[in-house]
T-cell receptor
Framework: GAVVSQHPSWVICKSGTSVKIECRSL??????MFWYRQFPKQSLMLMAT?????????EQGVEKDKFLINHASLTLSTLTVTSAHPEDSSFYIC?????????????FGPGTRLTVL | GQQLNQSPQSMFIQEGEDVSMNCTSSSIFNTWLWYKQDPGEGPVLLIA?????ELTSNGRLTAQFGITRKDSFLNISASIPSDVGIYFC???????????FGTGTRLKVLA
């Protein structure tokens, strides 16, 4: 499957600052990427769908002005958490959609752990 | 909305034992995927199922797409310590490529 990287792998920031997380497709040009959030001992929750060259679409309850997504190229999508607060502390994981023989399949990055103090 | 419930929630097993877990939904899915997540890592795809009744293996793992299309099963044979982790089922919501993830089964293997 596709190889996906994320940077940074972990980050600690002060409350009120902004943090940018990068998601890169290393071997595949991805027109569609997804951003998930996972709280401790919980499942993955989809935050938004990132489409190359167009605006991201956000899931219900996810603030688009707080979680800025940019998918400017076929190999890079970024998620910026603006004015971060402690409740934004979570594990953020991206995935990309790769066409397969039968149906497109999502492959995931290694995740970024964000801690907001 | 669509939800995926996994059972059991967690399990301790002895090394060498076989493991079974399942995933159920109140609505029909056309694709079932099983992922494994190690601590601090992203999910890794184990098996993908595309047709009702399909039985697919990947090494010691075997997964089945339920006939009703509302459930799926994952079996691990002869478990080893590195099988430790959280196993998630997932499926695309109707007409989209957006995945819903199950509640997860946390597996712990005792050597």
């Amino acid at each position: 499957g596709a190889v996906v990287s994320q940077h940074p792998s972990w980050v600690i920031c002060k409350s009120g600052t902004s943090v940018k997380i990068e998601c890169r497709s290393l071997d595949f040009q991805a027109t569609t990427m997804f951003w998930y959030r996972q709280f401790p001992k919980q499942s993955l929750m989809l935050m938004a769908t990132s489409n190359e060259g167009s605006k991201a679409t956000y899931e219900q309850g996810v603030e688009k002005d707080k979680f800025l997504i940019n998918h400017a190229s076929l190999t890079l999508s970024t998620l910026t958490v603006t004015s971060a607060h402690p409740e934004d502390s979570s594990f953020y994981i991206c995935s990309l959609l790769q066409p397969m023989a039968i149906t497109d399949t999502q492959y995931f990055g290694p995740g970024t752990r964000l801690t907001v103090l | 909305g669509q939800q995926l419930n996994q059972s059991p929630q967690s399990m301790f097993i002895q090394e060498g034992e076989d493991v079974s877990m399942n995933c159920t939904s109140s609505s029909i899915f056309n694709t079932w995927l099983w992922y494994k997540q190690d601590p601090g890592e992203g999910p890794v795809l184990l098996i993908a199922l595309y047709k009702a009744g399909e039985l697919t293996s990947n090494g010691r793992l075997t997964a089945q797409f339920g006939i009703t299309r509302k459930d799926s099963f994952l079996n691990i044979s002869a478990s080893i310590p590195s099988d430790v982790g959280i196993y998630f089922c997932a499926g695309p919501t109707s007409g989209t490529y957006k995945y819903i993830f199950g509640t997860g089964t946390r597996l712990k293997v005792l050597a």
